[in-house]
């Protein structure tokens, strides 16, 4: 299947004659084959009436048809398997490991979604019956249900190819819940979102669907962006990135004449909390285990610990000596494109600005071409972290701040001070539940995900999952967005009060009736 450069708008590859744009290949710096066309206006407004023109007969639609269609995206992911690893590799330079991984996330997502959506246990029904004799006033048949927003628009993800951008769990969940989408393709890997959306497009044909309920629209500027999320026809936006980005998504919906909601994953340093007696009885393996979850995918992923809190000490001393031996292991890596890499560079000269900061960690430094960088670990103590909040700003990339704390009582201060995050974890023995109670107490006011004795990377995709929390990680620390119960994101409930059997939405009609020949 050869790369066309042009967007996927219906059931139609769209020509553009406007400018155009190429992708890069991080690992080399060299431009990637195929130009592809930027959009904007004109295709969001394309895009977006045949969205909502084909919505009422998607939404429509049972749950058992939803489930093919999924089923069929995922088959139709795999058949492009090879083709999807080989180009995704050239545009991110991730190891083909990671991303075999990272796609069979994305089908295991399809797939949760397409086994969801055929009963409809997801909506959260609710029946209330009649009491027409009750006294001093007869009460009324009320009956609850879900019903889908309308065409979201999804943002697609950078450090996420696959399983957060076009055919990834926002497009899965969305789908699923009976809303068309319009993808904006991320301009780092254009190529790979073009392979995704063509299975999408493909599966919507064979399943027979309305054409309107797929688009992708690929583009390198901010104006496409604004584009989607001004639209009127656009119910429900979603975006994995910067937390400026997302801000500036959310302004955007907010000042709308009809505003709509943004689903926004942006910043967290997912804080570590090590107390005494954990890390006396296990330094050597906390080390190494930190290591790892701060220099996994060049430390691009969104639940990187950027914090660690530790009582200092001998033990702590040690600690950060098995880390530093650990990162200078660690040759220099590409980040996903340059714009990232600079980014990084940017936010870590800032931090070592601060006052009382050390730089332990940092080994070598890559041309400002390359998208190299190497790990960086970085010691402060816990008087100058609470008067500098710049300290507690996510650093998308390979690097993370250990505070020392005087003692325990500072360790709850410090835990009080922290902004929203996605996660938090706390290590502890059995003899330290007392402390590790009053910590969780103050983290779960802070974070989506609380964890206990582990690190915060690895995101479990399944129904008790929540990939959210408080502002500044989400807009929305209601929602999640990986797991089944995402697509609650997509829905809104309704009441029907007094219908009749016949009027009913099916899954609210008695079923007595429904048995009747």
Request: with cysteine; proline share 7%.
């Given at each position: 299947?050869?790369?066309?450069?042009?967007?996927l708008?219906?059931?139609?590859?769209?020509?553009?004659?406007?400018?155009?744009?190429?992708?890069?290949?991080?690992?080399?710096?060299?431009?990637?084959t195929?130009?592809?066309?930027?959009?904007?206006?004109?295709?969001?407004?394309?895009?977006?009436?045949?969205?909502?023109?084909?919505?009422?007969?998607?939404?429509?639609?049972?749950?058992?048809?939803?489930?093919?269609?999924?089923?069929?995206?995922?088959?139709?992911l795999?058949?492009?398997?090879?083709?999807?690893?080989?180009?995704?590799?050239l545009?991110?330079?991730?190891?083909?490991?990671?991303?075999?991984?990272?796609?069979?996330?994305?089908?295991?997502?399809?797939?949760?979604?397409?086994?969801?959506?055929?009963?409809?246990?997801?909506?959260?029904?609710?029946?209330?019956?009649?009491?027409?004799?009750?006294?001093?006033?007869?009460?009324?048949?009320?009956?609850?249900?879900?019903?889908?927003?309308?065409?979201?628009?999804?943002?697609?993800?950078?450090?996420?190819?696959?399983?957060?951008?076009?055919?990834?769990g926002?497009?899965a969940s969305?789908?699923?819940?009976?809303?068309?989408?319009?993808?904006?393709?991320?301009?780092?890997?254009?190529?790979?979102?073009?392979?995704?959306?063509?299975?999408?497009?493909l599966?919507?044909?064979?399943?027979?669907?309305?054409?309107?309920?797929?688009?992708?629209?690929?583009?390198?500027?901010?104006?496409?962006?604004?584009?989607?999320?001004?639209?009127?026809?656009?119910?429900?936006?979603?975006?994995?990135?910067?937390?400026?980005?997302?801000?500036?998504?959310?302004?955007?919906?907010?000042?709308?004449?009809?505003?709509?909601?943004?689903?926004?994953?942006?910043?967290?340093?997912?804080?570590?909390?090590?107390?005494?007696?954990?890390?006396?009885?296990?330094?050597?393996?906390?080390?190494?285990?930190?290591?790892?979850?701060?220099?996994?995918?060049?430390?691009?992923?969104?639940?990187?610990?950027?914090?660690?809190?530790?009582?200092?000490?001998?033990?702590?001393?040690?600690?950060?000596?098995?880390?530093?031996?650990?990162?200078?292991?660690?040759?220099?890596?590409?980040?996903?494109?340059?714009?990232?890499?600079?980014?990084?560079?940017?936010?870590?000269?800032?931090?070592?600005?601060?006052?009382?900061?050390?730089?332990?960690?940092?080994?070598?430094?890559?041309?400002?071409?390359?998208?190299?960088?190497?790990?960086?670990?970085?010691?402060?103590?816990?008087?100058?972290?609470?008067?500098?909040?710049?300290?507690?700003?996510?650093?998308?990339?390979?690097?993370?701040?250990?505070?020392?704390?005087?003692?325990?009582?500072?360790?709850?201060?410090?835990?009080?001070?922290?902004?929203?995050?996605?996660s938090?974890?706390?290590?502890?023995?059995?003899v330290?539940?007392?402390?590790?109670?009053?910590?969780?107490?103050?983290?779960?006011?802070?974070?989506?995900?609380?964890?206990?004795?582990?690190?915060?990377?690895?995101?479990?995709?399944?129904?008790?999952?929540?990939?959210?929390?408080?502002?500044?990680?989400?807009?929305?620390?209601?929602?999640?967005?990986?797991?089944?119960?995402?697509?609650?994101?997509?829905?809104?409930?309704?009441?029907?009060?007094?219908f009749?059997?016949?009027?009913?939405?099916q899954?609210?009609?008695?079923?007595?009736?429904?048995?009747?020949?």
């Open positions: 299947m050869l790369l066309t450069g042009q967007h708008i219906s059931d139609r590859i769209l020509v553009s004659n406007k400018e155009i744009f190429r992708a890069v290949n991080p690992a080399t710096g060299k431009l990637l195929c130009e592809f066309a930027e959009g904007g206006s004109e295709e969001v407004e394309m895009a977006a009436n045949l969205a909502e023109r084909d919505f009422d007969l998607f939404r429509q639609t049972s749950g058992r048809k939803r489930c093919e269609l999924l089923e069929a995206i995922a088959n139709e795999l058949v492009l398997k090879d083709l999807i690893i080989e180009r995704a590799n545009e991110t330079g991730l190891p083909v490991p990671r991303l075999e991984g990272e796609l069979g996330r994305t089908v295991n997502q399809l797939r949760m979604f397409s086994q969801l959506v055929v009963a409809d246990d997801y909506k959260l029904m609710r029946i209330d019956q009649a009491i027409p004799d009750r006294q001093p006033l007869p009460k009324p048949d009320l009956r609850l249900t879900q019903i889908p927003l309308g065409p979201v628009a999804i943002f697609g993800a950078s450090n996420f190819p696959l399983a957060f951008s076009v055919a990834g926002d497009t969305a789908l699923a819940a009976g809303c068309p989408v319009i993808v904006k393709g991320h301009p780092a890997h254009p190529g790979t979102s073009e392979l995704a959306g063509r299975a999408i497009q599966a919507v044909q064979k399943i027979g669907l309305p054409d309107g309920i797929f688009s992708l629209i690929q583009g390198s500027g901010h104006d496409l962006g604004s584009a989607l999320v001004r639209h009127p026809q656009i119910k429900a936006v979603t975006f994995t990135g910067s937390q400026a980005g997302g801000r500036v998504l959310f302004d955007l919906a907010a000042a709308r004449p009809d505003p709509i909601p943004v689903f926004a994953e942006m910043g967290s340093v997912n804080p570590v909390f090590v107390l005494p007696q954990a890390l006396k009885k296990n330094h050597q393996l906390l080390a190494e285990k930190y290591t790892e979850a701060l220099t996994l995918g060049v430390g691009q992923f969104c639940t990187k610990p950027g914090l660690l809190f530790a009582v200092k000490g001998e033990e702590l001393d040690d600690f950060v000596q098995v880390v530093e031996k650990h990162l200078h292991r660690i040759r220099p890596l590409p980040m996903l494109h340059l714009g990232i890499k600079q980014n990084f560079n940017h936010k870590l000269k800032k931090i070592k600005l601060l006052q009382g900061i050390n730089c332990v960690g940092e080994h070598g430094s890559s041309a400002d071409e390359s998208c190299d960088v190497s790990p960086a670990l970085l010691l402060l103590s816990a008087a100058d972290f609470l008067h500098q909040p710049s300290a507690c700003e996510e650093m998308f990339g390979p690097s993370s701040i250990v505070v020392e704390c005087e003692s325990q009582d500072q360790m709850l201060n410090m835990a009080k001070s922290l902004p929203g995050q996605l938090a974890t706390v290590h502890a023995t059995g330290e539940d007392i402390i590790c109670r009053q910590l969780f107490s103050i983290l779960e006011k802070k974070a989506g995900r609380l964890i206990l004795n582990d690190f915060p990377t690895g995101v479990e995709v399944c129904s008790a999952m929540n990939h959210g929390g408080p502002y500044p990680a989400t807009t929305d620390s209601r929602f999640t967005s990986v797991g089944s119960t995402a697509i609650n994101r997509f829905l809104r409930p309704v009441c029907y009060q007094n009749n059997n016949a009027l009913l939405p899954e609210l009609r008695d079923e007595q009736e429904l048995n009747k020949p």
